[in-house]
């Protein structure tokens, strides 16, 4: 089983609806992120957290809301999705210590018609 | 602004030595990251640079200077899984990742 587990993987839906993107992880790590990814682009931060009573903005944070439910589960949230958020979306979960690496979920694609 | 440059894409034959290069300009420096993309799946973690000087780590090595904002990664003996994107992604001085938008590395035969 992966140890980042992102659901769905691939989702189309319309413009104007609510989604929910949602990330679970068996790492035990207390660091948790959201990240887009678009062609050409490096890595975006939406938002991140650092435990579960916190919760931060990244550097693209607008049109988007997270909840951090548990240690282990981060979701994300498009309150009216609309299509310039057509998107590969990753989630990603890192240790305590500033230079331990981030492990990524396989990524859900997001297209907004 | 923050800024992290690399190559676009890249040619490389297999079994030959490739070194893609990241220049970086941050508020602050905490590290640098060198993570492999393949195409559709998630960025997998690849090397670590904190200080000057070279690591290495198999095939891979990665090299610092942050004097001059500048890192390599180097990979020899190259075979065809080694197709893939390499980002390049810098620690700043808030503690975030600033990504490059990565390398693409074509391995041709």
């Known amino acids: 089983d992966a140890d980042v587990t992102q659901t769905p993987r691939n989702r189309i839906t319309k413009t104007g609806k609510r989604i929910m993107l949602e990330c679970s992880q068996t790492k035990g790590h207390d660091r948790m992120y959201w990240y887009r990814q678009d062609p050409g682009l490096g890595l975006r931060l939406i938002y991140y957290s650092f435990d579960v009573k916190d919760i931060n903005k990244g550097e693209i944070s607008d049109g988007y809301s997270v909840s951090r439910q548990a240690q282990a589960k981060f979701s994300l949230s498009l309150e009216s999705a609309i299509p310039n958020q057509t998107a590969l979306y990753f989630c990603?979960?890192?240790?305590?210590?500033?230079?331990?690496?981030?492990?990524f979920g396989d990524g859900t694609r997001l297209s907004i018609l | 602004g923050q800024n992290i440059d690399q190559p676009t894409e890249m040619t490389a034959t297999e079994g030959a030595i490739v070194q893609i290069n990241c220049t970086y300009q941050?508020?602050?420096?905490?590290?640098l990251f060198w993570y492999q993309q393949h195409a559709g799946e998630a960025p997998t973690f690849l090397s670590y640079n904190v200080l000057d000087g070279l690591e290495e780590k198999g095939r891979f090595s990665s090299f610092l200077s942050r004097s001059k904002g500048y890192s390599y990664l180097l990979l020899k003996e190259l075979q065809m899984k080694d197709s893939a994107s390499y980002l390049c992604?810098?620690?700043?001085?808030?503690?975030?990742?600033?990504w490059g938008a990565g390398t693409k590395l074509i391995i041709k035969p």
């Open positions: 941050t508020s602050g420096f905490n590290g």
């Open positions: 990603a979960t890192s240790g305590g210590l500033n230079n331990q690496p981030q492990h």
């Open positions: 992604a810098v620690m700043d001085s808030n503690y975030q990742l600033i």
